[in-house]
Nanobody, 115 residues
Framework: QVQLVESGGGLVQAGGSLRLSCAAS????????MGWYRQAPGKQRELVAS???????NYAASVKGRFTISRDNAKNTVYLQMNSLKPEDTALYYC?????????WGQGTQVTVSS
């Protein structure tokens, strides 16, 4: 059984920064993709950023240049550094892991950006 535990959400003013962390535990194949999705009220869940175990990255256009995804493969942990935050970044952020044709989700961590 794979578990994802997120941390680092909170309330920040526009222009501020936050760093999200997600630690995965359990049976995880070495070849996998870890990433972050977000869902704002009344909107669909959307990809924010993802990173393969070989360090290939993918970002949503709305966060390019402001957010940086990184990971520590030895710790099965993925990070999301969020800078220059905007009110429209307010959402519930979910950690995601794709491994061995399966998808796992964290419980979500709230990010609120005030104007």
């Amino acid at each position: 059984q794979v578990q994802l535990v997120e941390s680092g959400g909170g309330l920040v003013q526009a222009g501020g920064s936050l760093r999200l962390s997600c630690a995965a535990s359990g049976s995880i194949f070495s070849s996998n993709v870890m990433g972050w999705y977000r869902q704002a009220p009344g909107k669909q869940r959307e990809l924010v950023a993802s990173m393969t175990s070989s360090a290939s990255t993918n970002y949503a256009a709305s966060v390019k240049g402001r957010f940086t995804i990184s990971r520590d493969n030895a710790k099965n942990t993925v990070y999301l550094q969020m800078n220059s935050l905007k009110p429209e970044d307010t959402a519930l952020y979910y950690c995601n892991l794709r491994s061995d044709l399966r998808t796992y989700w964290g419980q979500g961590t709230q990010v609120t950006v005030s104007s």
